[in-house]
């Protein structure tokens, strides 16, 4: 039988990114791919965060993140407020270090009143050398790559921003509404093409409002490796946030919004971290029944 049965969850969303949050700080069980997918059959998320015991001084847990289909992701933004909105009152704390596999996340609520659901996440600084995203080759300046996709002399989509935040991001900038682009059928495509070594995160971006370089509007809409068609990505809403004020779209400052909400993500000019600020609910809350891992051994 599986150690997760019979274990308490939440299951949240980050302005609908579907997040499953599971406290396991007691150390006494890791999760398996074959177990996230057993969850994701019977309790369907984007993300599962799976909280585990600090490993380094001066945290307050160790976060491992995988994606509906087993995989693991380096980052979560959204996966990371839910985080927030259930271990701050646990801990009795309004502000969180965290670490993942590939970096450290800091969190902290937006308002003093804990009874306002609004987090920041500082994401840390984006990569954006070809070999950190990474590239399988140097494709040019990671601002707008030589890529395209679709036929040679009429690609649906090229020269997209490629950007990690802790997962790589492909970011394709488009003059119409990302809802006119069929980026089911698109994303797993691109998502899979060697260029991509670890696979990538699809967006379609517009740039619909700079009239206010601070407060910049840009519409989004994301294929998330490992979970497909989201509502939401903030760790996509960041890259684009990065990408916008790279090519000069926009200032270091956006409202992103996505099919399930608005993110305000600022890229930080004194030390080049990204802030997202968003907030996070809770669905529902459940205990994983021992049927779901039958065949997970």
């Given at each position: 039988?599986?150690?997760?049965?019979?274990?308490?969850?939440?299951?949240?969303?980050?302005?609908?990114?579907?997040?499953?949050?599971?406290?396991?700080?007691?150390?006494?069980?890791?999760?398996?791919?074959?177990?996230?997918r057993a969850i994701a059959a019977h309790e369907p998320f984007d993300q599962l965060m799976v909280l585990y015991p600090p490993q380094q001084a001066g945290t307050d847990a160790f976060?491992?993140?995988?994606?509906?289909?087993?995989?693991?992701?380096?980052?979560?933004?959204?996966?990371?407020?839910?985080?927030?909105?259930?271990?701050?009152?646990?801990?009795?704390?309004?502000?969180?270090?965290?670490?993942?596999?590939?970096?450290?996340?800091?969190?902290?609520?937006?308002?003093?009143?804990?009874?306002?659901?609004?987090?920041?996440?500082?994401?840390?600084?984006?990569?954006?050398?070809?070999?950190?995203?990474?590239?399988?080759?140097?494709?040019?300046?990671?601002?707008?790559?030589?890529?395209?996709?679709?036929?040679?002399?009429?690609?649906?989509?090229?020269?997209?921003?490629?950007?990690?935040?802790?997962?790589?991001?492909?970011?394709?900038?488009?003059?119409?509404?990302?809802?006119?682009?069929?980026?089911?059928?698109?994303?797993?495509?691109?998502?899979?093409?060697?260029?991509?070594?670890?696979?990538?995160?699809?967006?379609?971006?517009?740039?619909?409002?700079?009239?206010?370089?601070?407060?910049?509007?840009?519409?989004?809409?994301?294929?998330?490796?490992?979970?497909?068609?989201?509502?939401?990505?903030?760790?996509?809403?960041?890259?684009?946030?990065?990408?916008?004020?790279?090519?000069?779209?926009?200032?270091?400052?956006?409202?992103?919004?996505?099919?399930?909400?608005?993110?305000?993500?600022?890229?930080?000019?004194?030390?080049?971290?990204?802030?997202?600020?968003?907030?996070?609910?809770?669905?529902?809350?459940?205990?994983?029944?021992?049927?779901?891992?039958?065949?997970?051994?």
């Open positions: 039988m599986s150690g997760l049965a019979n274990r308490p969850y939440l299951k949240m969303n980050g302005i609908g990114n579907e997040i499953v949050v599971l406290d396991l700080i007691d150390g006494s069980h890791a999760v398996t791919p074959a177990e996230a976060m491992r993140i995988f994606n509906a289909d087993g995989s693991q992701s380096g980052a979560c933004g959204n996966g990371t407020r839910c985080v927030s909105w259930y271990l701050m009152p646990v801990l009795g704390k309004d502000r969180l270090l965290l670490q993942t596999p590939t970096s450290l996340v800091e969190a902290r609520r937006a308002d003093a009143d804990f009874a306002v659901d609004n987090f920041i996440v500082d994401m840390g600084p984006p990569a954006l050398d070809w070999q950190a995203i990474p590239l399988a080759r140097n494709a040019g300046d990671t601002k707008a790559i030589d890529y395209a996709y679709g036929p040679a002399e009429a690609p649906l989509l090229q020269s997209p921003s490629v950007v990690s935040m802790g997962n790589p991001h492909a970011v394709f900038w488009i003059d119409r509404d990302p809802a006119e682009i069929d980026l089911a059928g698109i994303g797993p495509a691109i998502e899979h093409d060697p260029l991509f070594p670890e696979r990538v995160n699809v967006s379609i971006a517009q740039v619909r409002d700079t009239s206010h370089r601070d407060t910049s509007h840009i519409v989004l809409r994301v294929w998330e490796r490992g979970a497909g068609l989201t509502r939401a990505c903030g760790s996509a809403a960041c890259a684009t946030g990065v990408a916008a004020a790279r090519l000069g779209l926009t200032g270091r400052r956006a409202r992103i919004s996505l099919p399930g909400g608005d993110l305000q993500i600022e890229w930080r000019e004194t030390d080049g971290h990204v802030l997202m600020t968003g907030v996070a609910e809770l669905e529902h809350e459940g205990r994983f029944a021992a049927s779901w891992f039958a065949d997970a051994a």
